[in-house]
């Protein structure tokens, strides 16, 4: 009897293990999958589907028991990773013993333990409920304090003087390819060994009143949230969108490292009225002004085929579930770690819909961005975890538009895609970030670029750029080039008929042709070849 409920808790177990793994939204087709007997499928359904969704719940209770602890002691206070399969287990048990079956059964040393304590986590779940204690679970996660040099205002000598004279030493960053963990001593400070230009300092650091940090000259912002700009890399003269701004973090860090001689530009997007404000004061505060320029507007109102046609790179970071972030900093308010950051729209306990309907906006923004004909090169970012708005948007994307690939991503980042056969195509190209890992909040960061052959079939004369108008979105240039082809073809042409040809060949009103043949025709002073002709039939 017990090794049988031991069975199914082991199940229920892997089952969990295997979702977190696969960072799927849907526990459905694994529970359809489980072997198990007849008689005890409805028992697994409802102990899975329980304990995933009172997680935060759960384990809220364990913590004030001290449960969380018990299971499993870190060797020291740094983070170390926790032993997954016994917290999930726990939280199985824990489903069972106090809102389930509310039985313990099983033969294990979790079940021991929880069985010798399930009284008392009845009385604190009881009390929690009384008191109105929210459900959630923060688990106390240490992380570095990251700070990133803006290159506008500020270079790494300053910055590490400025550390120096509060008594941080910069000592050497060990790293791997096979640790990419950050770990710093008491009044250290470390150069990361990825992403130019940020530094790490101990958890907890208060860097709030900072001169350099009030001045715009440093910035607060994780590790994982610079990747997206470093995938973007913009040459100094580049075109760019940043399609979701506020409060701008990622703007200033492609600012930042295009230079404080760039002569290219960046139109940063930003829909939300409130968030606009805190952009555009923050570009200004970070020396952005006049080369950042904050656009109200939502991204999805730009016409691809009149606006912003000689932008190359654009960065596309989302509203998302913002399922990665799982810092509980030690210190800091919210503004002085940039955590607002995150446009969060659907928290833990998986709302699987509303991620669905995150990917699907997050979808088009990537392909309404590709629609730009200059556009080149694009980096997509989430800060969640889920393949949902990470590996199943890009696949989509790459299906829907051929044109683009998907190409490595700050391949110095040893984190790569979710290791699963439909992803294989780019699994290796994009990132992902992980707490235990990376020592960073969970993150996904993909970079696309459009074929060769795609690029130049775009390739256009910046005067025919200039010359689109909404009429048919048909260029002078182009039109031109077509009028004198078809004179040259066909010789003298009834005006009516060149009109026709035109208005089928460019798809547009046979008045807009009329409209547009005159405007070739007066400024016809370099199709002197033809002009006779020209006249002629106008
Ligand atoms: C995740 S936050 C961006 C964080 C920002 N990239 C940073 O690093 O500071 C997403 C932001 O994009 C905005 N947003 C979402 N969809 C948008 C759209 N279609 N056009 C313009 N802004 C959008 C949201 O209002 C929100 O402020």
Not at 51 to 68: T, W, Y
Not at 97 to 105: D, F, I, N
Not at 349 to 365: I, K, S
Request: proline share 4%; glycine share 6%.
């Amino acid at each position: 009897m017990a090794r049988n409920a031991q069975n199914l808790i082991d199940i229920a177990t892997n089952i969990l293990l295997t979702n977190e793994r696969e960072h799927s939204t849907g526990l459905k087709n694994l529970l359809y999958d489980a072997k198990v007997a007849a008689g005890q499928r409805s028992m697994l359904f409802a102990m899975v589907n329980g304990a995933f969704k009172e997680r935060d719940q759960l384990f809220a209770v364990a913590d004030e028991e001290g449960l969380m602890e018990a299971v499993a002691l870190p060797p020291s206070s740094l983070p170390s990773p926790l032993p997954k399969r016994d917290f999930t287990e726990l939280q199985v048990v824990l489903y069972e013993a106090l809102l389930g079956s509310r039985r313990v059964r099983g033969t294990s040393a979790i079940v021991d333990l929880v069985k010798g304590r399930k009284a008392s986590l009845q009385k604190t779940l009881a009390s929690r409920r009384k008191r109105g204690a929210t459900n959630k679970y923060v688990p106390k996660v240490q992380m570095p304090r990251y700070v990133r040099v803006n290159y506008l205002l500020s270079n790494d000598v300053e910055a590490e003087k400025h550390l120096n004279s509060y008594g941080y030493n910069f000592v050497p960053t060990i790293s791997t390819s096979s640790d990419n963990t950050v770990t710093v001593a008491k009044n250290c400070a470390q150069w990361d060994p990825v992403v130019p230009g940020l530094f790490s300092l101990p958890p907890g650091t208060s860097m709030h009143g900072d001169e350099l940090v009030d001045s715009g000259a440093l910035v607060l912002q994780d590790r994982s949230s610079c990747l997206t700009a470093l995938a973007l890399s913009p040459p100094p003269d580049a075109r760019c969108i940043d399609t979701c701004s506020a409060p701008g973090n990622k703007t200033m860090h492609v600012a930042s490292l295009m230079g404080a001689n760039a002569t290219g530009s960046i139109s940063a997007f930003e829909r939300s009225h409130q968030r606009y404000l805190t952009l555009e004061r923050r570009i200004g505060l970070q020396g952005g002004e006049g080369f950042v320029k904050p656009v109200e507007r939502d991204f999805m109102s730009v016409d691809v085929n009149s606006e912003f046609q000689d932008v190359t790179h654009i960065l596309i970071d989302p509203s998302c579930s913002g399922s990665g972030l799982v810092a509980s900093y030690g210190a800091g308010t919210k503004a002085e770690l940039g955590e607002d950051e995150n446009d969060i729209v659907a928290t833990n306990g998986v709302d699987e819909e509303a991620v669905l309907e995150l990917a699907r906006a997050q979808t088009e923004l990537i392909l309404h961005a590709m629609k730009l004909p200059g556009a080149t090169t694009i980096a997509y970012s989430t800060c969640s975890v889920h393949r949902t708005e990470n590996e199943d948007v890009v696949l989509n994307v790459l299906n829907s538009n051929p044109n683009w690939e998907c190409v490595p991503a700050v391949p110095k980042w040893p984190h790569r895609g979710l290791d699963i056969d439909e992803f294989k195509g780019f699994a290796s190209k994009v990132c992902r970030a992980d707490y235990e890992k990376d020592s960073t909040n969970g993150f996904f960061v993909a970079r696309f670029e459009k074929k060769e052959k795609e690029k130049k079939k775009e390739e256009v004369a910046p005067e025919e750029v200039a010359s689109k108008t909404a009429e048919g979105e048909v260029s002078t240039k182009k039109f031109t080039k077509a009028v004198k082809k078809m004179v040259k073809e066909t010789g003298e042409m009834k005006v009516k008929k060149v009109r026709k040809r035109l208005a089928a060949e460019f798809k547009i009103d046979v008045k807009i042709a009329k409209k547009r043949l005159k405007e070739v025709v007066d400024a016809s002073s370099k199709l002197e070849i033809d002009g006779k002709l020209l006249k002629r039939i106008t």
